[in-house]
Structures are given as C-alpha cells and as structure tokens.
C-alpha cells in the first residue's frame, strides 16, 4: 500500500497505460480521477471502485475542462497530491513534407499542452500542500527516434525538456516532477505508428518487438509500476529524472 492515502488525477485513463495506472494506483492504496475523453470505456470496468475512482468526461486539451476535472478532484476527495499525464496520440510514419498543419497542431496539443494545462491547474494546489508529484509520459522514441514520426517525436521532446524545467522551478516546493519513457508497448496505440498500408500485426512483430534489446513488447503493467514508484516516498529524492522503461530500446 504505497500510496495509502494519496490522491492522484490520471489524464489518458482510458487507454492501455493509463487503464493499468488506475488499477495499479487503487491496489497501492490511492483514490484516483480518472480522465478521459473516452470516459465511457472505464464506466463499464467493473473493477473500478466508486469509492476510490472517480471518472470524468475530459478533454484535456481544453482549459475550463482541465478546471472543472481538478475542482470535481478537489470536491470528491479533499486534495491533489499526484498528477499522472498519461493522455497522448501516435503519428503514423508520415515523410516530413506530407504532414499537415492541423495533424501536427492536433499532436502538439493532445501530447504537449495537454500537460502543460494540467500542470498549472495542479501545482498551486500541490505548492500550497508544499507537496506533490507530477509525471509525464513521453516516449523512448525522444531520445532513439523512427522515421516518419517527425510531430510525435518532436512533442515527446517537449515533454522531456518540460518535465526538467518543472522539475527545477517546483523543488523547492517539494515538488518532484519525472518522465517516464516507455519503449515500443504492448497496446493499441503500438499499431497506429505504423505506415499506412503495412500490416500492424506483422509491424508489431518485426519493426517493433525486434528493437527490443530484451526481445519482447513493453507491457502496460510495466509503466504503471514505474508511475507507482515515482509516485511513492520510495522515489521522495527523485526528481527531474527520465525513467525508460524501454527493454533497452534507448540504448
């Protein structure tokens, strides 16, 4: 039970990583918001306790919804004490000249600005507690890029040299801030990177499993773990780290 007592906002709580989070973050002892613009799916999880998990319609792209999300937080359970920014959307391999202003705007906001909303929502709250976490996840691709994922990696640089910054500004506010760098995962998400026309189950297993050092996908559990840890005292002198959970993929 390491996060006994402990409030946490999940954004992207309806996708692969972020299902796990939840259920991950509630088995340690957390009471969780669960946010999503898919809300529905995690309705209908049973395994979703209404008395830990509270699950809210948002698109965090959007200011007054990312408002309203921290205050229904606020109200259900009395305090923030963890921000998980799970939210994010692939690219499929696309040459540079072929994408679009409005994919490359739509990237830019769900996989970056997203974070930085509910970052700013979130820290006066933790800076008056005098106490919080925030994670993000990016993406091993940041540090050992694809071809043709030009906008995604771009964000997920973002992401990176965002999490330091916060890092550095909220320490001493008792504040740690950590990225998490998940490696090619074992989820929906994993075939969207694909080039369009190429067979996604075959990419999942040519393409991405064999640029696996430990020679298989990154599983969900895997990140939600990590974000278990960095959430925890266990991680109380972490922050500003980048934690790739990647089977060696970044090396």
């Not at 393409?207 to 773990?225: C, M």
Request: charged letters at 25%; glycine letters at 8%.
């Amino acid at each position: 039970m390491r996060l006994r007592n402990k409030v946490a906002i999940i954004s992207g709580a309806a996708g692969g990583m972020g299902a796990n989070m939840v259920k991950r973050f509630i088995e340690e002892g957390a009471k969780v918001a669960a946010a999503d613009l898919h809300a529905d799916t995690l309705k209908k999880d049973a395994s979703f306790d209404e008395e830990k998990c509270l699950i809210v319609q948002a698109d965090m792209t959007q200011e007054q919804q990312v408002e309203k999300l921290v205050q229904q937080a606020i109200n259900r359970f009395g305090k923030v004490d963890i921000l998980v920014n799970a939210a994010g959307i692939a690219q499929s391999a696309t040459p540079i000249e072929k994408v679009s202003n409005e994919a490359w705007d739509r990237i830019m906001d769900i996989n970056i600005k997203a974070h930085f909303l509910t970052s700013r929502e979130v820290v006066p709250i933790m800076k008056e507690q005098k106490a919080g976490v925030i994670i993000n996840v990016a993406s091993i691709s940041a540090v050992r890029p694809r071809p043709g994922l030009n906008a995604y990696v771009a964000s997920k640089g973002a992401v990176l040299a965002f999490t330091q910054a916060l890092a550095i500004e909220l320490a001493e506010n008792n504040i740690r801030v950590n990225a998490i760098n998940p490696g090619p995962a074992d989820t929906g998400m994993l075939g969207q990177f694909a080039a369009k026309g190429v067979d996604v189950e075959e990419a999942k297993e040519t393409t991405f499993k064999d640029s696996v050092p430990l020679g298989r996908l990154i599983q969900p559990e895997d990140i939600a773990n990590a974000a278990v840890y960095l959430s925890s005292d266990e991680a109380r002198m972490v922050t500003g780290a980048i934690f790739n959970i990647d089977g060696g993929r970044g090396i």
